[in-house]
């Protein structure tokens, strides 16, 4: 019983942390108002979180295990092909509906990353971790002669960093957001850029 109770309030923090992290965002939400809001105590927030970022860890880890089940649903092999607008926007869409699916955690971790201290290197280690697929689809279009506009590693980092601005802006707003619209622009901006589709 002890056992269920602790995951009962475990999972109605989360589920608090959710509604208020998505209507106030990170930054203006305190553990107090997680505990209240999820009708427990503060101690038994601590007893589960040693803080607000080890909650939000437990939502980026749900963030994440959504991703894993989107691209486990297809076929998914190793050398996806990145130039293939069909494929790249496959991997755009994907991102975008697990932003959209957890949006009180995407929020929370913008808001996070932009409010650490400058120097610690912490956005920059999450944003390579986050869009390790990318950079490992782009070294493998590198290996096979292809050329690309900048390490691979910093090009997934830039697809990344524009999805994640680009869907805290977009998702955070009231006008509602044409996903399919946001999707295409996105492929076909990574794929061709300024300079439009080669001609010939």
């Known amino acids: 019983m002890r ?16 509604r208020l992290f998505a209507e106030r965002g990170f930054l203006n939400t ?8 999820a009708g427990r105590s503060t101690g038994s927030f601590y007893e589960h979180f040693a803080d607000r970022e080890e909650l939000l860890a437990a939502l980026l880890a749900e963030m994440e295990d959504s991703a894993d089940r989107e691209v ?11 130039t293939d607008r069909d494929q790249l926007r496959e991997h755009l869409r994907i991102a975008w509906s697990v932003f959209r699916e957890h949006r009180a955690a995407m929020v929370a971790l913008f808001q996070a990353r932009v409010s650490a201290g400058p120097g610690g290197g912490q956005a920059w280690e999450s944003l390579t971790s986050e869009t390790d ?9 590198r290996g096979r002669g292809h050329r690309l506009p900048g390490d ?7 697809m990344g960093a524009m999805l994640g601005m680009l869907g805290y802006s977009m ?16 492929t076909d901006l990574l794929l061709h850029g300024l300079a439009g589709p080669a001609v010939g």
């Not at 486990?72 to 092909?81: F, I, K, N, Q, Y």
């Not at 009231?174 to 622009?185: F, G, M, Y």
């Open 152 to 158: 691979p590693e910093l090009v997934a980092a830039a």
């Open 171 to 186: 998702l955070t707003r009231a006008e509602p957001v044409d996903d399919d619209a946001v999707v295409d622009t996105l």
């Open 72 to 82: 486990a649903r297809g076929v998914h092999p190793p050398d996806h092909d990145l």
């Open 30 to 37: 305190k553990i107090t108002d997680i505990a209240a809001a």
């Open 3 to 18: 056992k269920v109770r602790a995951a009962e309030t475990r999972a109605a923090l989360l589920e608090a942390a959710r």
């Open 133 to 141: 697929i990318f950079r490992r689809h782009l070294e493998y279009l």
